[in-house]
């Protein structure tokens, strides 16, 4: 099977996930990815940014929860704070092959110049400048004209001319402050700062192979946000699989069942930790805060361009044959085979799994509830059939 995708894509659309842990996502991975492009252009013409750009893109993956995500956007954040994602942060680029390379710009990119002056730290340079990057977008308020605010920045910067950053890349950021159109193209809502730059050498290819390590980083980056869902995604991909396989699936719609698998709870960054982590029954308002996830899910993979099937069979696994899923309430004639199948496999790798408050249930409670469904007319009775005839390989199987 040959099925290529652009890296600068789904590393765009990882870091617009991680912004959603923001409250009011400040598009802060795209703006870093921006000033830092524009900052390297100027100390290092003429050479390949595209390393840079996706290490911008994903310097934050290693954030854990919303309350790191605040406190990280202030200016002035204890080092106690910053380091653990730094770290996390390049331990979960090793699990994509073509991202192995980025792995230093991401654990350093809070190191201050004066630690790397006076250690043996070998500190790349594409690190010191998304460390200046991410501390210029900090301190752009979202509620006063960008331009109002630029005397105060340059001036913070220059303060920590020589301890904080680079000499050489504050002289870059001072050439570049002085252009209007720098900063409003930093904080223009009407097009990503991205569209604004021409990427000649960025068009960077992944294989079957590369989507399906980077959407097993997803997952991973999903899933550990709580200690109730440990393998969820990746367990849900799997048992989608098989399923789908034993439907009659095959060739290229199988590996997009495995990847809406891993990419389907994408949306739950922007659920607060609060109500994921809650172990008793959610209030009305909570549910209604959790029915976001499989709309931000649906948003974040179609900024792809590609794989439509992947972005529908994920998005739609809680979407209900009666109209009565959620969110877009779409019935029967809407929902093809992988989309019901999703739903099945989502529902049984919930309802299987150990949670705090109950043991996953075994073979018999988890048929029963899903005939329960059926007859509801909620799920697809012959996927849910398959199911029952082929439990053990598909539920328990290796």
Known sequence: MEFTANLLDFAEMLACAVDLMERGSHHHGQRVAYIAFRLFEKVKPGHNPSDLVIASYLH???IESFMTKEKARKFHTDKEILWPHCHEGSVLVEMVDILKGIKPFILYH????????????DV?????????ADRIEVQIKPHRPVLTQIEDIVDTILKYKGSMFNPELVEAFLSLSIQESFWLDIVNEYRSAVEHIDFPSMDIKMNANDIRQFSHLCARIVDRKSPFTAQHSQRVASIAVKLAEFCGMRGQDLFFMEIAGLLHDLGKLAIPD??????GRLTDEEYRVIKQHPYYTYCLIDRLNVMDKVRDWAAFHHERLDGSGYPFHLTAGQLDLGARVMAVADMVGAITEDRPYRAGYGEK???DIMWREVKDNRVDGDVVDILGKHYGDIVCGG
């Open 60 to 62: 934050d993956i290693g």
């Open 110 to 121: 809070h190191t201050d110049y004066s630690e790397i002056q006076s250690s043996s730290l």
């Open 124 to 132: 790349p340079l594409e690190a010191q400048i998304i460390h200046l």
């Open 274 to 279: 609060t109500i994921l982590h809650k172990h």
């Open 365 to 367: 409670e988890t048929m």
